[in-house]
Structure formats: C-alpha cells, structure tokens
C-alpha cells in the first residue's frame, strides 16, 4: 500500500472547486461581528449598545448580559483526572461574551449583526464601553509571584491544577547516589497557530424543530457538535455540524469557541442565519495559542552513561480560562512520553498550571509531546557536553533494546513495539554524520559556524474521547459505494489513504475502483460513532475501522451473491474483486448495481472498533550553518527516518513530516506570541511581528521510514501527524548549540532569532 501516489482531493483543491465554510451562504443570511477587548484586565463599568443598535441595517447588539439572560452555559473546558491529592482542575465560568470583566486582549465583549460585515464592524465602533483597567497577570510566573493580580475569584493564586507522575521518592533516591547529575530548562513559547483559512462559522436556527446547523471548519463534527452542546444546554441531536473543506487546522479547530456560541444564540434570536469569518487580526488576538510550557529537568547517570533516573519539574500557562485540553497539555501529555526511548528506571513529573491574562492555551501540533521531546533531547546532549560522552554512543547506550518489548516504563506506560537504535544508525547515515567534520572545516574557512544536531524521540498517538471508531458503507441508486467516517481531513489526505486501504481489502485498486468511491467525513445525518482528528490518530482510528469494512462488505453480500450465482453461500468465494461460485461468477460492482433498487441496499454495513494509543518514533538530524556576522540561521541539511508502523501512501506521510518539521523549525528560530509584561498587550499581533516559516530557511529534507508495524489496531499504523514537529525542536536546537558552543555559549533560549543569537555570539567574543 506504500507507494508514492497522487492524491484523489488534490485535483480539488488546486482548481478551487472545493467549498470552504466562508464559500457558505443561506438565504436570509446577516452577519456577524466582535467587539473585542482592547486591555488586558479590566472590570466592565458599564456598556452602552443603544447607538450601534440604532443603525440602519443593524438586527441586533448582543453583550455579556444578554448570554446571561440566555441561560446558555460556560464554555466547556478542563481535564476531568485527578491531580496531586486528588484535586479536581479549577475551572472558572467562561461565557460567550463577557461579563463583569474582562480577561485577556481579544475576549469578546460584544456582537454586532448586520446586513453586511463591514456595517457590523462600523457600528460596533458605536458601542461604549467604560473600563476600570486592573493589573495584568502576564505569564506563568506573572500569575504565580506573591502579589500577583487575581484574575477568578474563586480561584486563589491563580492555581489551576496541580499534578504529578512517577514515583518521587525512587527518583530522590537515585539522585541522592548518582555520580553524575545535569540539569536544563526549556522555556517552549507561545505560539500562534495561523492556518491559512482564518475561523469561520454560519449558523442557522429553525425555530419549528428547534434545531441548529452550523457551518465551520472543524477538526471532527461529532467533537464540535459535544462542546457546542454542553456551552448551549442542548442535546447533541438538535445540533447539525456540517464541515466541508478545511484549510489547516494543528489542533487549534479541535474544540468549539466563544464566537461559536454567540453566533448561534443570534440565530436563535433572528431565527436567521448568521455568518462569522475571522480576520487575520482576530487570529492573532483570539485563536487558542499553543505551547506556554517552561520544562526543568535533570538527569542522573553512572559513571558510564547509564541513564538512573528522571524528572521534570513543569510550570504551565493556561491563559485566561480552561480550555478543553489546555491542563493536559502540560500533565498527561508530557508524561505518557517523558522516557523517550530510553531505557530509565526511575521517573518523576510535578506541573503546576496557572491562568494569566492571555489568550487561552490548547491543542497544538503535538501539544506537550513536542516540548517533552525536545526537552530530553537537549538534557542528553546537555549530559554528553558536560561529562565527556559521545551525544550518539550516549544514546545508544540508553536505547529500549527490541528485545525488552513490550516495554513498560517507570510511569506505567507501556510500549508494544520499536527498533530505535535501528531507525538512528538509518538516519546517521542518510545525513552522512560521519562527513560532517569535513563541512564544518569548508564552513569555518568561509567564516561561518556550522553545526549538527540530532533528535530521537518518541510521540503518543491519542487513544481518542469516542468509545470506537466506525466505517458505515452505503451504495446509492447506481450501486456506487459511498464510505462514511467521523474523522475529518485538514491537509492529510484521508480521501486518497481510506480509498486505497478499502480497495486494497477488496482486490480492487484500479481506477474504475477509484470512481465508484467516495469518502465522505462528518456526515451530520448518519449517526456514524467515532473520534475526530486529532493526536496522530485519523490512520489508525478511522483508517482501520475502514480496513474492517472490506471483510465486512465482502461477509454482506456474499448471502446475495450466491443468490446472484444459483449456489450455496458456503460455496461462493470472494477473489479478484469477485465472488466465485464454480463456473460463474460476478463482480463486486456488478451485485451492488443488481441490488440497487432496494432500499436500503442490502451490501450496506458499518465496521467498528476499538483501538488505543500508539507510539510513534523517529530520528531527525539537523545540520546549521550560522553567520556570526548577522547571526542568521540556516538550515543546510536536513534528514528523517521515522517508525510510522505502516505506510499507507508515502506521498501523505512524506507531507506531513516536511510541515511538522518546517513548523518545528519556526518554532525554534523564529515564531513567539509575546505579551508586554505589564499591560498585557500582544507585541506579535501581525506578520510584521510574528515572522512564519518559510521554505526558503531550508534545503532539501530526506525522508526516510522504518516500519514497526504496532498491534495496536488493524492497520498496524502508528500517526505520523505530529512526528516532524516532535522531532525538529530538539534537532534543530542541538545543531545550533553544536555550532556556537565552541564560541563559549552553552545554552540559549527558542526562538534562536538573529539580533539575539548575533548579541550573544558577539558578547561571547567580548568575554574570551
């Protein structure tokens, strides 16, 4: 099934015969704008909408005091575990629009509909709001020092949550003897997720059934259509989620958000559709950032190397309210792969989470397991620069060996299946680690640092919040077959990778197959049971519930082919994309074209399972070269080998490690959502200030797989989706220290920019 392969949705997308959600338009159709906080922290004195109501071509005002008038609830949000001494989360009230205060730059304060959007936005400028400006709470250690502003007063010190994993008292145990100690900090930055369709949301209130439908970009309906129903009160039933085409998501379109929930209740008000599209502005100043973690680990090691014991100590920034996966980014997310793949027999974790007067944290490309990742890698290399080890022979020597597994690790987790040091030696190679030496010298005559760096990490694949995963086959009236799934592509390609699983488990690949089929994902009129995409895990989820599909289909309609054939069912048999039966047979195709009249259609069926988490894995090399004369970066040479278990389409895996790894990469030399420590004020609100990756900060990555097809599910597919990003903060991070460490700097801080890396080099230079 592996190999390289057009996409069936790309022909779509490059003509522009898809449909977003802002393609979307109903008749009667208003729209919809906010009114946004301009501060940080503030109570609400008053708020007067009389003038922007008064408009012409104005429908309605909605403020804080009409979503409480509502009876709507709060935005849902928080983990539902237990933390240290079986705490629940804190979770403060989060309405729509705001109430009495408000919270961060961006809140929504107010909603304008109008006959136009840019009416909506005029008149908006008409409603006065009177502050009382209180102090801002900026960062975790903002929100945590003695003194701090409170920002719920139900929630002292603005403490969230607090949790831990491991066993404390081995891991003091084995620092207390251990002959060799290192220790590091990441400090991983907010980062804004920008994809390349902004937010957009329509929804459509039916007074006679009490419905809605709604119209947005999502990473699943069924996720979005759970959060909506427990913001507004109403049963799942009564809210139609339809999602099309969905322009980039990384984790920030897996939940629903307060601009969700406003356009709805100003449906219901106007019985009308409303329509919503974000500005690039709005993306900066009110999608949910990711990241925000500050990481403090130590190691300890015997005198050869030999990895004792681990532990981290995390401090979280949740922003200004509980998003549904922010607290876990920073908690169960760190922990699952906090060993990485190394053999260690002691681990502890302890993450504190704070609310601060900022943009909401959640999901983001990887979300935890990244920062982990990055974290041990860069202490490994840390531990090598400060005791004399090999940073490659040091790895080695900690590898998980395959022999040990299924290996379960000191925080209880287990993994099934891996060949580490394998897919390492597979990426020395394809970087040819071994010339390295020589192209650091041509570098160094040229005037330029140049530097190699390498990751090896392990990623978590989401066991998902859906109980299974389904695949429900329906043949329309000219016997073609229609496959229906809850996941929800944002760029993957799930169309073409369930496509060509299907075909495969039928024996039949070629392209008629390919016309008779269609993929649909988020149906809102079939109860089709399953998670969203999300955490790596679409492949394996959906993708194996449509592998189950094929047998599935095959026992269906084997009863109606032997009826088809004049023979016993028993002695009909399915091959070549045909049932057999002595001398006759017929095809697939053929019986569901035969049966087409019935309704429904008696091939029809759904496959089902349950399938848990996996562990994805990979080597990433990095190779830098540096000007001290300016400070800039660049990415010479890039390689990748990862274990994805098994390779359905070498087109789509190769795609997502080329993005995660261009995603990591920003992060590491150039991406931060920094706030003004004192009044709370986005500095990085545009692409003036927030710079994106862009393709030309590389050359050329190898891509490279080592399948270890996992148990796990019926693919034996492990998710690829987050293994560039998991991979690529720590690689690239390791090569640029091995560059400037012989310039006397040991450590620095993401985003390497070059007015702070070209400061440091020259300070460096001034103390030698």
């Excluded at 994805?644 to 990469?665: A, C, M, P």
Aim: proline letters at 5%; hydrophobic letters at 40%.
């Amino acid at each position: 099934m592996s190999e390289k392969t057009i996409r069936r949705e790309d022909a779509r997308l490059l003509k522009g015969s898809g449909r977003y959600t802002a393609d979307w338009n109903l008749p009667g159709q208003v729209y919809a704008y906010f009114l946004r906080s301009d501060r940080a922290h503030a109570e609400i004195a008053s708020i007067d909408a009389r003038a922007a109501g008064a408009r012409k071509g104005v429908h309605l005002v909605l403020t804080g005091a009409d979503y409480a008038a509502s009876g709507w609830k709060s935005l849902p949000g928080g983990v539902s575990y237990e933390g240290v001494g079986g705490q629940k989360q804190k979770k403060p009230f989060w309405p729509a629009l705001a109430q009495a205060k408000v919270h961060y730059v961006g809140q929504p304060v107010a909603l304008v509909v109008a006959d136009s959007a840019a009416l909506a936005q005029d008149a908006s400028e008409d409603i006065a709001v009177e502050y009382r400006d209180l102090p801002a709470a900026i960062g975790f250690d903002g929100a945590t020092r003695s003194g701090a502003p409170q920002l719920h007063a139900d929630i002292p010190g603005n403490l969230a949550f607090e949790y831990e994993s491991g066993d404390r008292t081995a891991v003091e145990a084995a620092f207390a003897t251990a002959p060799l100690t290192s220790r590091f900090t990441l400090r991983s930055q907010r980062l804004v997720g920008n994809p390349i369709e902004p937010r957009a949301f329509l929804a459509m209130f039916d007074r006679e059934s009490g419905t809605f439908t709604v119209y947005s970009p999502s990473q699943g309906m069924n996720n979005m259509r759970g959060f909506l129903s427990a913001a507004t009160g109403l049963p799942t039933e009564r809210i139609r989620v339809i999602t099309e085409l969905v322009g980039g998501s990384f984790g920030i379109r897996s939940y629903s958000y307060a601009e969700h929930v406003a356009v709805m209740l100003a449906s219901q008000r106007l019985a009308r559709p409303v329509k919503w599209v974000a500005t690039r502005s709005e993306v900066f100043l009110s999608d949910n950032q990711g990241r925000g973690l500050t990481l403090t680990g130590e190691l300890a090691l015997d005198r050869d190397g030999r990895f004792l014991a681990l532990r981290f100590e995390d401090a979280a920034d949740l922003g200004a309210f509980a998003t549904p996966f922010g607290a876990q980014i920073g908690t169960r997310n760190i922990t699952v792969t906090m060993g990485g793949v190394y053999r260690i027999p002691a681990m502890y974790a302890h993450t504190r989470c704070a609310y601060s007067n900022a943009v909401p944290v959640s999901a983001y490309r990887g979300a935890g397991r990244p920062d982990i990742a990055c974290a041990i890698e860069r202490l490994v290399d840390h531990a090598a620069a400060g005791h004399g080890f090999d940073p490659i022979e040091l790895r080695r020597k900690n590898f998980v060996p395959p022999d040990a597994m299924p290996y379960k690790t000191a925080n209880g987790n287990t993994y099934d299946c891996g060949e580490f040091e394998r897919v390492m030696d597979k990426a020395l190679g394809l970087a040819d680690w071994s010339g390295f030496p020589a192209r650091r010298e041509r570098s160094k005559r040229e005037g330029k640092l140049r530097g190699l760096g390498v990751a090896t990490f392990l990623e978590s694949s989401a066991a998902g919040l859906a109980p299974k995963d389904q695949a429900h086959a329906r043949f329309d009236k000219n016997g073609d077959l229609h496959v229906y799934t809850v996941s929800q592509s944002t760029g993957q390609g799930h169309e073409t990778a369930f496509t060509r699983i299907l075909g495969e488990g039928l024996g039949l690949t070629d392209r008629h197959f390919d016309e008779r089929v269609r993929v649909h994902e988020g149906d809102p009129d079939l109860s089709v049971v399953g998670n969203g995409t999300g955490g790596s895990r679409s492949l394996y989820g959906a993708g194996s519930a449509v592998k189950l599909l094929a047998p599935k289909l095959i026992e269906t309609a084997k009863p109606h082919a032997a009826a088809a054939l004049g023979a016993e069912a028993s002695a009909v048999e399915y091959r070549g994309g045909a049932f057999h039966a002595a001398d006759r047979s017929v095809g697939f195709f053929e019986l569901a074209r035969k049966l087409a009249g019935n309704s429904p259609h008696p091939m029809d069926c759904i496959a089902e399972g349950t399938f848990g988490a996996t562990f994805p894995n990979g080597c990433h090399v990095a190779e830098v070269e540096i000007d001290p004369e300016d400070g800039t970066v660049e990415v010479v040479n890039y390689a990748t080998v990862d274990d994805v278990g098994t390779v359905v389409d070498h087109t789509s895996v190769e795609g997502q490690v080329h993005g995660g790894v261009l995603q990591g990469v920003g992060q590491a030399l150039a991406e931060h959502a920094f706030y003004d420590r004192e009044t709370g004020q986005l500095l990085a609100g545009s692409f003036m200030d927030y710079p994106m990756p862009r393709a030309d900060w590389m050359r050329a990555i190898r891509c490279d797989e080592h399948a270890v097809p996992t148990k796990a599910n019926a693919l034996g597919a492990k998710g690829v989706g987050e293994s560039g990003t998991s991979g690529a903060l720590g690689a690239t991070m390791n090569a640029i220290l091995n560059a400037v460490r012989p310039a006397g700097i040991a450590d620095f801080d993401m985003p390497v920019t070059p007015d702070r890396l070209w400061r440091a080099l020259r300070e460096a230079r001034n103390k030698g």
